[in-house]
């Protein structure tokens, strides 16, 4: 018990920058109050002391703004950053080095009994506000971006954003260390997809305008009089090419 404690401690020191000493993340860390108190009710909840564990997971949600119930399965250095508003179901399972941010909801998507809630593997971020609903798998290592919906499978590594969540990037590797997760479950080149499409259009009008010339180029050579007018120089707004869309936007 102790020896996992002072895994859970040291997690936090791994993962947030603004732990100063233990002391301090003993008494001003609700994430980690909640997690062990949610260690006594699951106990009582497998040895079907429900009520109690029901009411110890009430008090801790009181207490800490974080509800867990009684019957979710967490893993070791689980860590719940600021906390407040995360809710995680009784059919949620999660692995080892995962980490939630404030807002998050590990939810369901049906009133039938059985599994219904997500399971999240080892070492996968999700960040503030998400939603992640239903009874499918979050891959080793996925991150899911804050205020993300996201209601299928994840495959391991990859990154996902948006409402409905979609995939828009997928590691080499399955898997991340938890020291090295980035902040609020985003990657520090996280693409801007309107920006992106705005470079796609202007890349496919100037693939026109190439095409438009060559064939008002072909025209003059076969004796035509016809002279296409000068087409307007379109403003520089900095989105001609995916990088400084991205540095833009990070």
Known sequence: MFKRMREDINSVFHRDPAARNTF???????????????????????????????????????????????????????????????????TAEIGDDVTLYHGVTLGGVSWNKGKRHPTLADGVVVGAGAKVLGPFTVGAGAKVGSNAVVTKEVPPGATVVGIPG???????????????????????????????SITDIRQHMQALEQQLEGMSQALRELGSDYCAEQMPDLPDSGLHNGEEVDKTNT
């Open 166 to 196: 979609r995939v828009i990037e997928k590691a080499g590797s399955q898997g991340q260390a938890a020291s090295e997760f980035d902040a609020y479950g985003v990657t520090a080149d996280m693409p801007d997809p309107v920006a992106r």
């Open 24 to 90: 301090e993340v003993l008494t001003c860390y609700p994430g980690l109050h909640a997690v062990w108190l949610h260690l006594l009710s699951h106990w009582l909840w497998r040895h079907r002391i429900k009520l109690l564990a029901r009411l110890v997971s009430h008090v801790s949600r009181w207490l800490t703004g974080i509800e867990i119930h009684p019957g979710a399965k967490i893993g070791r250095r689980f860590f719940i950053d600021h906390g407040m508003g995360v809710v995680i179901g009784e």
